[in-house]
C-alpha cells in the first residue's frame, strides 16, 4: 500500500519541476518568451511545442545533464516524451516524488 | 455529461483500432481569397500564418474579450485560404470576419466565402486511416506531412485530427459525396479495413482522452469569464508578439495573473458537468466537461481547477445525486495511442499485428 500522499509537499516538488521542465524545454526549443507560458499539457511534438526528432535527442540529453535523468528503452522514450507534464513524471518518478 | 452507450464504445473502439468516419457538419468551411486575404486571416487569428501553400496552420480566433470563439485551421491553397473552423456556424463566422476586415482593413480585397453549399467535410480517424485515405485519394497522401492539405482532382484533402490517430478532412463537393463513399466503401473492403462510421460525440470522447482541446467541452465558468487560452492550456497556439483580435485583452489576463487552469482527470462514476470538485473540504474548481471514456473504462473529463491544485495525480471529490465521487488529475495524454506504433512505411492493417 502507498503512503498517504502529503499533498502540499507534492505540489510544491510539482511546481518546482516544472519549472525545471519549462526551463529546458525553453533553452531547446529557443523559446523567447517566458517558459511560464510553456502549458504543462502541451504535446511536445506535432501539435503543441512542435519539436522534431532532433529536438528529441536534445531533451533526452538535457534531461540527463541538467536533470540528472535518463531515459532507457522506446516505450519510456515515446511515452515520457508526449507532453510537458509527462517530462514531468519523467523526472519526478526517477527522483521518487510521484505518487 | 453522456451516459454509456454500446454504440460509442463501438465507435470509439472502432476509431481507435482501425479507423473511423464522420460526416463533419461541425465543421465550418470558408475560402478567403484576394490581395488582402493573407492580412486579415493574421490580424485574426492568434499565430503568425507565414505559410508555405499546402501548409496550414492551427490556431484560434479570439473575441475582444480574449475568450475562444473559434478553433480553426487556416490552410494556404494554390487559390487563397481554406479556414476550417469549430464553434461558429458559417454565417457567423462570414460575419465576424467581415466585421474584422472593415474595422481593420477598410476597402480591402478579402472576399470570403462559405463553402457548404458546396461541399461537405468528412473526417477519417484511426491508425489505418492513413492506408483507406491513400486507398482513395492515391499514394501521395503517405508522403502529407502534419498539417499539410492535398488536392487531389475536385478533393481537398487535410492531414491534421483531434483524436490523437492519424486524421484527415476531406473536403468533397457536393455532387461527388455519393461517389466517392462508394469508392470508399470498395476500398475499405478490398483492404479488409473496417471503417467505423462514428458521431461528434465519439469524436469528442476521443479528444477528452488524449486531452485535447473540444469547442463542445466550452462552458460558462465562474471561475474564470471568459475563458481564454491561458485557463484552456492554449498558449502553444499564440503569439504574443503579434497584434491579433483579443490580443490585449489577452496580454492582460497574463499579466494579472490567471488563478485557474484546464486539467484532465478520471474518475470511477459520473461525474456532473458544471460541478464543484474539493480537496477535504476546500472547493479547488469545477467540472468543465466529462464523458465516458470506452477506452480507459472510466468517466473522463476536464476541470477548471485553481492552479496550485491544477497538477496530475491529485486527488479530489465532486458532489454528485449518489455521494462523493473520487476523481484523480491526470497526465495528458492519457491513452497509449495505436497510431504511435503503426509505421505507414512498415505496417498495413493486415499486417497490424507487428504494430504493438
Known sequence: MSPPLDLDLYLDRREHTLGEVRRLLASILDYRGDPADIDPDASLFGTGLGLDSLDAVEVLIGLEIDLGVRLEGDDAMRLGLRSVNAVVDVVMRARGELP | MSPPTPDLEKQVHGLRASAGLSRAD?????HVEGA??????????????????????HALLLDDHGGVFADVYIGSGDDGFYVLAEGPGEAALT???????DRQLPGASARIRGLSAERVCLGIDGPYAWEVVSGLLGPAVLGMPYLTLLRREEVLCLRAGKTGEYGYSLLVPRAEVDALLLRLDE??????????????EALDACALENGHFAMRTLRASPLA?????????LQWRVAYD????GAEALRRRRAEGPTVRATSFT??????????????????????????SPTLQAWVGSALLKRRFAHPH?????SSDAGPVPVLTRTTPLVDNLSLHVDPHKHTFATREGAR
Do not use: C
Request: glycine share 4%.
Open chain 2, 95 to 101: 460575419a465576424w470576419l467581415e466585421t474584422a476586415r
Open chain 2, 187 to 200: 476500398v475499405t473492403r478490398t483492404l479488409g479495413i473496417p471503417l467505423v462510421p462514428v458521431e461528434l
Open chain 2, 314 to 318: 491529485v486527488p479530489l471529490s465532486v
Open chain 2, 225 to 233: 469569464h471568459p475563458l481564454t487560452p491561458i485557463e484552456l492550456q
Open chain 2, 267 to 292: 474518475a470511477g462514476a459520473p461525474v456532473p458537468e458544471g460541478a464543484t470538485l474539493h480537496v477535504d473540504d476546500q472547493n479547488v474548481g469545477e467540472v468543465l466537461a466529462a464523458r465516458f
Open chain 2, 36 to 57: 488582402s486575404a493573407f492580412d486579415l486571416l493574421e490580424y485574426a487569428s492568434t499565430r503568425r500564418l507565414y505559410l508555405r501553400e499546402s501548409q496550414v496552420r
Open chain 2, 26 to 30: 461541425h465543421v465550418t468551411m470558408l
Open chain 2, 242 to 245: 503579434k497584434d491579433f483580435i
